[in-house]
Structure formats: structure tokens, C-alpha cells
Nanobody, 126 residues
């Protein structure tokens, strides 16, 4: 059983930056792919980014490519989402999730994520 806690959200102005952290407690963190999702009021949850268990492969939604960077530090059981050049449309609750994929070479928001955090709010003002 994995426990996931997101942090780092807050209120920033358009063009600013935030770094979200996804801290995972439990066994075999290095065997799990991690994804970031977001959900704004009245909208469906959408995949933002993901990273394979080894960190060798990442994937990004078109809307955040070039602005967001996902990374992981398996020694700290933590995945980060560096968000730069933030836009008001990035405003949402951001969730971190995980699925078991010890030898995965790819990740996406369409995979079945098994564990979810409670989310951290990101608000970007114009």
C-alpha cells in the first residue's frame, strides 16, 4: 500500500513558477510509474505528465510541453513537477498518482493508476 502526499501548490501570477512535490510512502517506490493529473471545477480530470519507474521516460500533455518538467528522486521517494510560465488555464487541483510498472518503458494518463493523493491546489492569477 502506497501513501501519496502532494505539496507545493499555491497562488502565483501568470508567468510565475511553482514546484510541486509528490512524496510516496511505502515499499518499492522505484517500481512505480508516477503521474500528475489536474482537475479544474466543472472539467474532467486530465493527465498532465508522467514518468516511468526508472525515470528514463517522461510524457507530457500538449498544453504543458515546454513549460512543465517532471522528475523523480527514488532515493527520496519523491517526484517533482516543475511548472514554469504558468497560465491562468493551469489553475486546478493537482493530483499525484502511481501504478506498478517495474520495467515499463512508457507511461500515459490512460494507464490504470492504483494509488492517488489528495491533491494540491494551484491557482494562477492573470
Amino acid at each position: 500500500q502506497l501513501q501519496i502526499v502532494e505539496s507545493g501548490g499555491g497562488l502565483v501570477q501568470a508567468g510565475g513558477s511553482l514546484r510541486l512535490s509528490c512524496r510516496v510512502s511505502g515499499l518499492a517506490f522505484a517500481e512505480y510509474a508516477i503521474g500528475w493529473f489536474r482537475q479544474a471545477p466543472g472539467k474532467e480530470r486530465e493527465g498532465v505528465s508522467c514518468i516511468t519507474s526508472s525515470g528514463s521516460t517522461t510524457n507530457y500533455a500538449d498544453s504543458v510541453k515546454g513549460r512543465f518538467t517532471i522528475s523523480r528522486d527514488n532515493a527520496k521517494n519523491t517526484v517533482y513537477l516543475q511548472m514554469n510560465s504558468l497560465k491562468p488555464e493551469d489553475t486546478a487541483n493537482y493530483y499525484c498518482a502511481a501504478y506498478h510498472s517495474p520495467a515499463g518503458y512508457y507511461c500515459s494518463g490512460y494507464y490504470e493508476y492504483e494509488y492517488w493523493g489528495q491533491g494540491t491546489q494551484v491557482t494562477v492569477s492573470s
